[in-house]
Nanobody, 123 residues
Framework: VQLQACGGGSVQAGGSLRLSCAVS????????TGWFRQAPGKEREFVAS????????YYSDSVKGRFTISRNSAKNVVYLQMNSLKPEETAVYYC?????????????????WGKGTLVTVSS
């Protein structure tokens, strides 16, 4: 499975961005995909996830109500709509995937990673 994220950029605080993650390869094996982010000097952290079969979504408390994860099944693209962005959310955002039957918010639990896309939020 290969993942390719794009859509990062610079935005002012309170603004919006939509990230895209193109998923290819053996997508039939995927259980879920998720978005993670890593700010400078910090550990990579979970942002949101989407179960490919059930369609269930899960968000970190810090983004709940502002970010939305979705998927275009026909195109195998996963999106992350980010609204009301904050300067502290400046980070490299990664999409990731896992097969099997379990999704964990720990980045170590993900099997597949795409290259990140940088999001910069200015105050």
């Amino acid at each position: 499975v290969q993942l390719q994220a794009c859509g990062g950029g610079s935005v002012q605080a309170g603004g919006s961005l939509r990230l895209s993650c193109a998923v290819s390869g053996r997508t039939s094996t995927l259980y879920a995909t998720g978005w993670f982010r890593q700010a400078p000097g910090k550990e990579r952290e979970f942002v949101a996830s989407l179960n490919w079969s059930a369609g269930s979504k899960y968000y970190s408390d810090s983004v709940k109500g502002r970010f939305t994860i979705s998927r275009n099944s026909a195109k195998n693209v996963v999106y992350l709509q980010m609204n009301s962005l904050k300067p502290e959310e400046t980070a490299v955002y990664y999409c990731a995937g896992v097969s099997g039957s379990t999704f964990k918010t720990n980045p170590d639990g993900m099997e597949y990673w795409g290259k990140g896309t940088l999001v910069t939020v200015s105050s």
